[in-house]
């Protein structure tokens, strides 16, 4: 199946700054790929996503670019604040039936 | 958006027991599931796919026979761990898309924590 790979594993940042996740996958049919948040105890949520038929898409302050030749996809939070913090992972997909999640990142807003 | 129900939430339950967890779309149709597992601060696996009216579609190194799925009908699917042991104590989380299409938003289910003793 296809194999998504995130960075960093943890991130610390502090208030105000910039948080960037990145995410390679290895199937280039992969033509979907989401971000979700992961608050602690909580389900993930869909935070923002992005196909394949687009280079980049942004809401707020959030966005989400992707380069399929070099099959990355990368999450940026501008202005980071508190409730920022949580466990983000980014997914690859390509058919209905397939959805891979990347490993993770536990994203740390210190005030 | 679309709700999906997961239940029980929490199940204790002794060893060499079988446990059944439960998801529902509550406001749409879904034919199709994933189950996930996820350990403490890890990511999600995905375990299965399952597919209304056909056999489940199991990744690579998970027990089929471990872990029954049904999708008897468009709103429901269960997990069932079967002979559990402590090893399969962890996190299981279903989730279904909205749409009938091949991209579309994942919906999970609140999640089941699995203590097996």
């Known amino acids: 199946g296809e194999n998504v790979e995130q960075h960093p594993s943890t991130l610390s940042v502090q208030e105000g700054d910039s948080a960037v996740i990145k995410c390679t996958y290895s199937?280039?049919?992969?033509?979907?790929f989401p971000w979700y948040k992961q608050e602690l105890g909580k389900r993930p949520q869909l935070i923002i996503d992005i196909r394949s038929n687009v280079g980049e898409k942004k809401d707020q302050r959030i966005a989400v670019t992707l380069n399929k030749t070099a099959k990355h996809f990368s999450l940026h939070i501008t202005e980071t604040q508190p409730e920022d913090s949580a466990v983000y992972f980014c997914?690859?997909?390509?058919?209905?039936?397939?959805?891979?999640f990347g490993t993770g990142t536990s994203l740390t807003v210190i005030p | 958006g679309a709700v999906v129900s997961q239940h029980p939430s929490r199940v204790i339950c002794k060893s060499g027991t079988s446990v059944k967890i439960e998801c529902r779309s509550l406001?749409?149709?879904?034919?199709?599931m994933f189950w996930y597992r996820q350990f403490p601060k890890q990511s999600l696996m995905l375990m299965a796919t399952?597919?209304?009216?056909?056999?489940?579609?199991?990744e690579q190194g998970v027990e089929k026979d471990k872990f029954l799925i049904n999708h008897a009908s468009l709103t429901l699917s269960t997990l069932t761990v079967t002979s559990a042991h402590p090893e399969d104590s962890s996190f299981y989380i279903c989730?279904?898309?909205?749409?009938?299409?091949?991209?579309?938003?994942?919906?999970f289910g609140e999640g089941s924590r699995l203590t097996v003793l």
């Open positions: 997914a690859a997909s390509k058919s209905r039936n397939q959805f891979y």
């Open positions: 989730s279904a898309r909205l749409t009938s299409g091949n991209t579309g938003e994942l919906f």
């Open positions: 406001d749409f149709q879904a034919t199709t």
């Open positions: 399952s597919n209304e009216g056909s056999k489940a579609t199991y």
């Open positions: 199937d280039s049919a992969s033509n979907y």
